[in-house]
């Protein structure tokens, strides 16, 4: 443990990735001394502007290697666990790092005796015919049985300028003539800002939330996947047909895109099953106020953030006018 003329010391699994980064930040902004663990500690530079000198710390860890997530918990005041992947790859499966992984990080943090937060995702559930969201459901059961006093949060899509759903539709729409509405669109979501996690997450370290109880977090808008689409292109000022994609031929792609050697696959079968599901905050959650707004978080607009990253994708770039122009 730290002593107490030092700021806490935190663990964050996947502080380097979209989600992680913004969650080193707001630790960083608090004060505390931020451990990021992660696969390549070489590739995590980016952090260090994060802090000040010494602040942020990156080392080596792998969620499918035991010993080194005990290395990376030991001696911390609290643990993140901000790691997740969309599709699998190689030895990085669903259950290795979603399932497995996430139940080492949380008997690490038992065995010091240590806080645990962990982000999960609307949807995750052990029934679940998706895959990822099966893992995801597996690993909240561990980790309730493991550190029932962990902290658990359910995001909806997180949105912002490294996220991974905004911009891939974006960069789609610079080149096709459509764009797919999977499913015919009508699937719900209910987008976060990925700074509204982050603050949520902090607040968790700081121990000024609930322990033990499972959050859902979604922004103050539901949207439709059309919805989503539209606000796309009206972001980029772009004119896009939207074709519907039945779930029959979405699979079919799916299970191709899956079969090629992508290093991000466009999509894949799995991510089809989960849009036959929407994404948003239940009834529950909310009459129990395990939201945002329940725990006083203002709610980030999708208006607010995304002409911020999207305006790159407009046809001249931040330059383009106010108008529809490709």
């Known amino acids: 443990m730290t002593s107490l003329n030092q ?63 005990n290395r990376a918990v030991r001696g911390a005041d609290h643990v993140v666990n901000c790691v997740g992947i969309l599709f699998e790859s190689g030895r990085n499966t669903f259950a290795s790092v979603q399932d497995f992984g996430a139940r080492a990080v949380a008997e690490a943090a038992r065995a010091e005796g240590i806080g645990l937060t962990h982000i999960s995702a609307i949807g995750a559930d052990a029934e679940s015919e998706s895959v990822y969201a099966k893992s995801k459901g597996l690993a909240e059961a561990s980790i309730a049985k493991v550190l029932p006093e962990a ?69 103050p808008r539901t949207m439709s996947f059309k919805d989503v689409l539209e606000e796309i292109l009206e972001t980029t000022h772009r004119k896009r047909v939207l074709l519907p994609l039945p779930w029959g031929l979405a699979s079919l792609i799916g299970k191709i895109s899956s079969l090629v050697p992508f290093i991000d696959p466009p999509l894949t079968d799995d991510q089809v099953t989960l849009l036959k599901t929407d994404n948003v905050v239940s009834a529950e959650a909310k009459s129990e106020k395990r939201t945002l707004a329940g725990l006083g978080i203002p709610q980030t607009t999708v208006e607010a953030i995304l002409p911020t990253y999207l305006n790159r994708y407009r046809p001249h770039g931040q330059y383009s006018g106010t108008g529809s122009e490709a």
């Open 7 to 69: 700021p806490k010391l935190v663990t964050v699994f996947g502080g380097s990735g979209f989600v992680g980064r913004h969650v080193v930040r707001a630790l960083a902004g608090r004060g505390y001394r931020v451990r990021v663990a992660v696969r390549r500690p070489d590739l995590a530079g980016h952090l260090q502007p994060l802090g000040g000198v010494g602040q942020i710390m990156a080392v080596q860890a792998n969620l499918r290697n035991r010993e080194s997530v």
């Open 151 to 219: 902290v658990i949060l359910r995001p909806s899509i997180v949105f912002g300028p490294e996220d991974g759903f905004f911009n891939k539709f974006a960069e789609m729409a610079r080149f096709a003539p459509a764009l797919p509405l999977i499913g015919g669109g009508e699937t719900k979501f209910q987008p976060v800002y990925v700074g509204d996690v982050a603050e949520t997450v902090a607040r968790s370290v700081e121990g000024t939330i609930p322990r033990g109880t499972i959050y859902e977090l979604g922004g």
